[in-house]
């Protein structure tokens, strides 16, 4: 009934003892161009990505480069709020590093053509002033995330989305995800915000949603996943 009154567009799968038994998908993935949704259909993951950044920030003490301990200030010095340089790295994965959010008066305002990476966001935000001191209360945090990709990208020497690419997707054999651009079209990719809206996605959103705090696209995987993601 959702889908035969336009409530819902996507992909149903049901699965018993990890085999699909049901799977159909529903929808337009993008309405301009009156593509139908398929299985392999790629959509915004929204904030399960931040399960990527933590992953990758794993990964990186693993090999000895970062520690939970590592302040924003010892691994950012440039960091433009002064106040945000005691947050630990075990603090901003945990929502208690008190960073501004993206999602402000001030973003709306800003043309969305000029988000097109994580460092964009990071750009953005990393002056705002902070919503509370480090450490003393826990507030969900997708700021704190845009700071652990530029950690990361610091800490790699990469992009935060080749890094991801690279060492979280293609280990873990999720070879149909990606960082995919709202204002140009891609094949297979959901495109289109949700209803009422009924705008296509680069008018809803920044030219690039996805960040170190969410919002790659990905579809069905392939073949399952190895879980040696941490290396």
């Known amino acids: ?37 398929t299985p392999a259909t790629r959509f915004n993951l929204g904030s399960i990505n931040k399960i990527f950044t933590k992953t990758a920030i794993a990964q990186l003490i693993a090999q000895g480069k970062l520690a939970l301990t590592d302040t924003i200030g010892k691994l950012l010095p440039d960091y433009p709020n002064a106040q ?4 630990t790295i075990d603090q901003l994965r945990n929502h208690r590093a008190g960073v501004s959010d993206f999602f402000v008066p001030e973003f709306d305002r800003e043309p969305k053509s000029r988000f097109r990476s994580n ?4 750009q953005f935000l990393a002056p705002r002033p902070l919503l509370f001191e480090p450490g003393t209360q826990t507030e969900y945090c ?14 790699s020497g990469s992009r935060y989305e080749d890094y991801t690419a690279g060492h979280v997707f293609s280990p873990a054999r999720i070879t149909g995800a990606g960082f995919f651009q709202a204002d140009r079209f891609q094949t297979g990719v959901a495109r ?10 680069a008018h809803a959103h920044p030219a690039r949603t996805e960040t170190a705090a969410g919002d790659a696209h990905r579809g069905r995987p392939r073949r399952a996943p190895r879980p040696e993601l941490v290396r």
């Open 192 to 201: 289109h915000a949700p209803p009422p809206a009924r705008r296509p996605a």
């Open 84 to 87: 945000a340089r005691p947050a």
């Open 142 to 155: 997708n700021g704190c995330y845009v700071v652990l990709g530029a950690i990361i990208e610091r800490g």
């Open 1 to 37: 009934p959702m889908a035969a009154s336009d409530a819902f567009a996507g992909v149903v799968l049901v699965a018993r003892d990890g085999a699909a038994v049901y799977e159909r998908p529903f929808g337009l993935a993008d309405r301009s161009k009156k593509s139908a949704i």
């Open 119 to 122: 460092a964009d966001y990071f």
